[in-house]
């Protein structure tokens, strides 16, 4: 059974960072593409950042472009992203997502197992 876990999230004020991880168990995780989503209160799920299979192509969202990292240690079958300068427009559930295939996936219909998400919530 695929389990893919969020943790780290939390409340920060306006420019502080945080840490997600998602630690991934029931698949070869090395062999997965993934992602990270974010889904704020009456709004659509959307694409944060997005990590190929070795860790050595990303892909962004302009919104967190130079803010934010993703980064993988296959060996601990575990994705992370690095917030840094964080605004109140962040405030949202944070999702990670695994999706098959080599090509970095922006879309959220790509991805074949979901976390249940955590929250971050950023004050002004």
């Known amino acids: 059974q695929v389990q893919l876990v969020e943790s780290g999230g939390g409340s920060v004020q306006a420019g502080g960072s945080l840490r997600l991880s998602c630690a991934a168990s029931?698949?070869?995780?090395?062999?997965?593409?993934m992602g990270w989503f974010r889904q704020a209160p009456g709004k659509e799920r959307e694409f944060v950042a997005t990590?190929?299979?070795?860790?050595?192509?990303?892909y962004y969202a302009d919104s967190v472009k130079g803010r934010f990292t993703i980064s993988r240690d296959n060996a601990k079958n575990t994705v992370y992203l690095q917030m840094n300068s964080l605004k109140p427009e962040d405030t949202a559930v944070y999702y990670c997502?695994?999706?098959?295939?080599?090509?970095?996936?922006?879309?959220?219909?790509?991805?074949?197992?979901w976390g249940q998400g955590t929250q971050v919530t950023v004050s002004s």
């Open positions: 990590i190929n299979w070795s860790g050595g192509s990303t």
């Open positions: 029931g698949l070869t995780f090395s062999a997965y593409v």
């Open positions: 997502a695994a999706g098959g295939g080599r090509r970095l996936l922006t879309t959220g219909d790509n991805y074949k197992y």
